[in-house]
Every structure is written in C-alpha cells, then in structure tokens.
C-alpha cells in the first residue's frame, strides 16, 4: 500500500465534513491533516463527520489512539456537539475506530462505525436518494483527486 493521502470537502449547506483516506497512516501524519482541516475557512464546530478509511492501513497503537484523543480534546473549541460516521471494512480499520468510539466518551460527539457508505449517510440524517447520491459523487471526486 502507498504513502498515507488524505482530501476533504466542507459541505456548509449540509453541515458536513467529508473525508477520504489511503495509504498507510500513523499518529503523526493523521493529526497533521485534522490540524489543517480545523483551520479551513468554511469548518464549523459543530459539523457532522463522514470518514472514509476503507482504503487505509493503520500502524497504530492503543497509546497513539489515545494520544489523538488527547490532541481532539485539546482542541475543544473547534468541536461542538456532532455526528462522526467512521466507514471500514477490514479489521486493521475497525479495530483503532472501536477503541477510539470507546475511549472518546468525554467528547461532545456520536461516532459510529459502518460499512456501507449508504448506512452512514442515513444516520447522519442524509436520507434522500438523491442527496445520498450527491454525497458519494463528491467523495469519488475526493479519491480521483488523489
């Protein structure tokens, strides 16, 4: 698997964030992109979080989880209360995103672990088939464009 690469898309008129990641990730290159995202004009505390990882490898441990735990709580002023869907497929994916959605309880979040990008947009309150369909047209477009 290649170098870890990551995009995003700030959806304002949704209240969404999406992400899409590949490649092999660790610690140090995950918080570096969250930083950058954080201080992107368009994000908003409170925006809901769809997270594709079905394309990464994670090196990562029980204590790297919770130092990003750390991190996310030192940053509590960019957080509001929020909805964060966390899309895997292999159990190097669903493992690290199971302790975090253990471990994150002090944050002002919901996070669920799918593997279906369609189950993920429905309980972010996206229902609409069109709007599904929108929704997953921008994240192909934040894959081709790595």
């Known amino acids: 698997m290649s170098k870890f690469k990551s995009n995003y898309k700030i959806i304002p008129e949704y209240n969404l964030v999406i992400e899409f990641h590949k490649g092999i990730a660790d610690l140090d290159m995950y ?31 029980n204590s790297d989880i919770k130092k990003y735990i750390e991190f996310i709580e030192s940053k509590s002023k960019f957080l509001g209360k929020r909805k964060i869907a966390l899309i895997t497929n292999t159990p190097n994916q669903v493992v690290p ?50």
């Open 97 to 146: 995103t199971t302790i975090y959605k253990q471990k994150q309880k002090k944050l002002n979040q919901k996070t669920e672990i799918f593997s279906t990008n369609e189950k993920a947009f429905k309980w972010l309150n996206y229902y609409e088939p069109f709007l599904i369909n929108k929704l997953s047209s921008i994240l192909i477009d934040l894959e081709n464009s790595l």
């Open 31 to 61: 918080i570096k992109f969250k930083s950058k995202l954080i201080k992107d004009e368009l994000y908003k505390p409170d925006m809901n979080y769809f997270i594709d990882q079905k394309n990464v490898i994670f090196h990562t441990t």
